[in-house]
């Protein structure tokens, strides 16, 4: 018998399961194999520690929780179940459409009617008056973002 077998066969000769011609084969190669013999103590030893192990008792009712259990999932739903689907469902849909909608679709700008209409050049001055009269610089992002934008507008529209 060789190693690669001794392996194999190490568990069925620790529960006793393997035949009498082959136990006598694999004593053989036990006795003369350091590495299998190693295996086989190491076999033993964690066979002996699994079965000192406690077991859990299981209840004593556990049957009866267990048959109950599928006769809950075997029961066919009441008549009335297919009315509450709906009734959970379509509110939550509608939000969710609602919620789309919102984001998907632009609001109208709302402008105050007496709103007077600014040139590009009217509302940089504006900018650039809101801009200097800061108590601190650039204090108010949108402002100087709405200055950067108005400058490059400006280079492009002179440089061409």
Same mark, same amino acid.
């Given at each position: 018998?060789?190693?690669?077998?001794?392996?194999?066969?190490?568990?069925?000769?620790?529960?006793?399961?393997?035949?009498?011609?082959?136990?006598?084969?694999?004593?053989?190669?036990?006795?003369?194999?350091?590495?299998?013999?190693?295996?086989?103590?190491?076999?033993?030893?964690?066979?002996?520690?699994?079965?000192?192990?406690?077991?859990?008792?299981?209840?004593?009712?556990?049957?009866?929780?267990?048959?109950?259990? *599928?006769? $809950? %999932?075997?029961?066919? /739903?009441?008549?009335?179940?297919? =009315?509450?689907?709906? +009734?959970?469902?379509?509110?939550? &849909? *509608?939000? $969710? %459409?609602?919620?789309? /909608?919102?984001?998907?679709?632009? =609001?109208?700008?709302? +402008?105050?009617?007496?709103?007077? &209409?600014?040139? $590009?050049?009217?509302?940089?001055?504006?900018?650039?008056?809101? =801009?200097?009269?800061?108590?601190?610089?650039?204090?108010?992002?949108?402002?100087?973002?709405?200055?950067?934008?108005?400058?490059?507008?400006?280079?492009?529209?002179?440089?061409?």
């Amino acid at each position: 018998m060789n190693c690669g077998k001794v392996q194999a066969s190490i568990s069925d000769y620790v529960d006793g399961r393997l035949p009498e011609r082959e136990t006598l084969e694999f004593e053989k190669h036990i006795g003369s194999c350091p590495i299998c013999a190693g295996e086989l103590d190491e076999t033993r030893r964690m066979v002996s520690a699994l079965r000192s192990l406690a077991v859990p008792r299981s209840p004593v009712d556990l049957w009866p929780q267990v048959r109950e259990s *599928i006769q $809950a %999932a075997e029961r066919p /739903a009441p008549a009335w179940s297919f =009315l509450v689907r709906p +009734v959970l469902i379509a509110p939550a &849909a *509608i939000a $969710a %459409a609602a919620a789309a /909608a919102m984001l998907i679709l632009p =609001l109208p700008k709302q +402008v105050p009617e007496n709103f007077p &209409a600014l040139s $590009a050049s009217e509302y940089r001055g504006y900018v650039t008056e809101h =801009l200097r009269f800061q108590k601190r610089p650039f204090a108010d992002p949108d402002v100087v973002f709405t200055a950067v934008e108005l400058d490059r507008t400006n280079i492009r529209t002179n440089g061409e």
